[in-house]
Nanobody
Framework: QVQVVESGGGAVQAGGSLRLSCAASEPTFSSYAVGWFRQAPGKEREVIAAINGSESSIYYADSVKGRFTISRDNAKNTVTLQMDSLRPEDTAVYFC?????????????WGQGTQVTVSS
């Protein structure tokens, strides 16, 4: 089981961009599927993007398709979520999760989360 840590959240105006990073120290991280999911008050948890270890499978939720890009650098043990054209409805706590098999979770590991706030 890997331990993951998110970073890169913050506050931005609508239309702006943020980049989130998910890092792990274990070398086996490169073989894990990693997903970003978010939790907003009063809303269900939503997996918004995911990528498998070989990058052959990538998923985007309809709510972020065309605006967010997930990528990974296995040499650096990181997975990045580039978020562009942010909207107020993207405001949430964002988590990254990792799993040896499941692209869309449930994930065996996840981090503490990072807050993203988008103002109109």
């Amino acid at each position: 089981q890997v331990q993951v840590v998110e970073s890169g959240g913050g506050a931005v105006q609508a239309g702006g961009s943020l980049r989130l990073s998910c890092a792990a120290s274990e070398p086996t991280f490169s073989s894990y599927a990693v997903g970003w999911f978010r939790q907003a008050p009063g809303k269900e948890r939503e997996v918004i993007a995911a990528i498998n270890g070989s990058e052959s499978s990538i998923y985007y939720a309809d709510s972020v398709k065309g605006r967010f890009t997930i990528s990974r650098d296995n040499a650096k043990n990181t997975v990045t979520l580039q978020m562009d054209s942010l909207r107020p409805e993207d405001t949430a706590v964002y988590f990254c999760g990792a799993d040896r098999a499941r692209l869309l979770g449930p994930y065996e590991s996840w981090g503490q989360g990072t807050q993203v706030t988008v103002s109109s």
